[in-house]
């Protein structure tokens, strides 16, 4: 085969059952191979690994690409399924068959129990297969698996990794694996080869449990004459103390992210960061990431998922972003409908609202919160009026008054306002704010009651003080 001529890397998830831990950590292979592809100018595929129809969902496959959607990982190929190459598998697996690089084996499951039983007491349900039928000639009408012929004339596989340097695999420890199953349906080591090399792909930047796939994988390029990619097998996210992904992590997906107000931006620098440094920072946007990355300061070391700093991340993120964007993702992540739920308010209200509360709030969910809340203030009980010391009862009073004869109502004029109110009667802002906050509100915390106003607007004001 020629030189490929370009960077050419996939994102390769299996849609199965445990997309849970899979999601997490497929994002951040996906945002990985993402990264390489455009800080390469080169391209970045993603083909969905669909094959063990048994686990395979397609709702696994639409939260996938819906997830990729999310995080604005866009493919630049149409996105390839391995369901629907099955063709592709058996040709590949034919000529390889007519090459001799595999064999039929008709072998069961139980005669290789009983032969393996002197060797290996342990009971394991995998053998490491003795090569009975390798050099078989008889054909006989019984169902065959097709094995792969692993040379016995050498020793090693050496594969220079991009980030964990020169790995050795024994053959001794390779024993003839299946490449296709008893039914025709090709596995994983076999499918994954043909289609980085159809798919022409340079890189192969994947999850470290698939180290051991590897040298499987070599042969199979070897004996098909094509070209090997590079490989690069990426640490997995573990959990806080470094140890697996506990059930709490591990039984959130991105989805559930999303769902509690995690911003995409932030997930995704997140993630970045969890296996990877550019000194210590960590804050870095997109295009900055695209411009800096290199597998260089990618970290070997299991990356340790701490809840908490993607909290404090999406904070930062959360404050600087802008309002009427915020609004919209309200509308697509945390509550469908929520622009009717808030219906009292204009737009213009919310976005100003937002613009108070987004320095205040950690997720997007505690904001939608918070604006529900400002939309729908409750009625006041009668003891919360009652309660109202005389002083605070002229307060509203005044400033109704006040209210109703100032336009336009700026923040700086408010403020002046209830300076002057509190100083020439020598009592302090204290005193009189909690019932004005718990009226234009409904919380006694919120920001200063100026900017509420100015946000709300003299006539949504005047209404709820009224109600004082
Ligand atoms: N489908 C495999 C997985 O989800 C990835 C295969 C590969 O990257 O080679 O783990």
Known sequence: MTQRPEVRVRFAPSPTGNFHIGNLRNSFKALFNW??????????????????????????????????????????????????????YAFWANELLARGAL???YCTQEEMRQRARGVSPSGDEYFFYDGLCRDRKDQPDKPFVLRFRVPRDRHDIVVEDLLHGTLRFPLSAIDDFVIVRSDGSPMYNFTVVVDDALMQISHVLRGDDHIINTPRQVLIYEAAGWQLPQFAHMPLILGKDG??????????SVIDYRRGGILAEALCNYLVRLGWAS????IISRDELVHIFSLKNVGVKGAQFDYAKLLWMNGVYLKDMDAHDLMA????????????????????????????YQSRCKTLYELATYLMQLAHVPELEDHERVQMAPVQQDAVQELLHWLASTTPLTIDLIKQYLQTYVAERNITLADITGPLRRALTGSTSAPSIADIIVCLGKEESIARLRKL
């Not at 690994?49 to 639409?62: G, K, N, Q």
């Not at 697509?332 to 976005?351: C, H, N, T, Y």
């Open 35 to 88: 990264l390489f592809a455009r800080h390469a100018g080169g391209r970045f595929l993603v083909r969905i690994e669909d094959t063990d129809l048994a686990r395979s969902r397609e709702e696994f496959t639409a939260i996938i690409l819906d997830t990729l959607a999310w995080c604005n990982l866009s493919a630049d190929e149409p996105i390839c399924f391995q369901s629907q190459r099955s063709d592709i």
């Open 103 to 105: 064999y039929r084996c």
């Open 243 to 252: 140890a697996k992904l506990s059930k709490r992590d591990a039984a959130t």
């Open 279 to 282: 000194g210590d920072r960590e």
């Open 329 to 356: 993702r309200i509308e697509r992540d945390i509550m469908p409908g929520f622009r009717q739920k808030v219906e009292s308010l204009r737009d213009e209200q919310i976005a100003c609202l937002i613009r108070l």
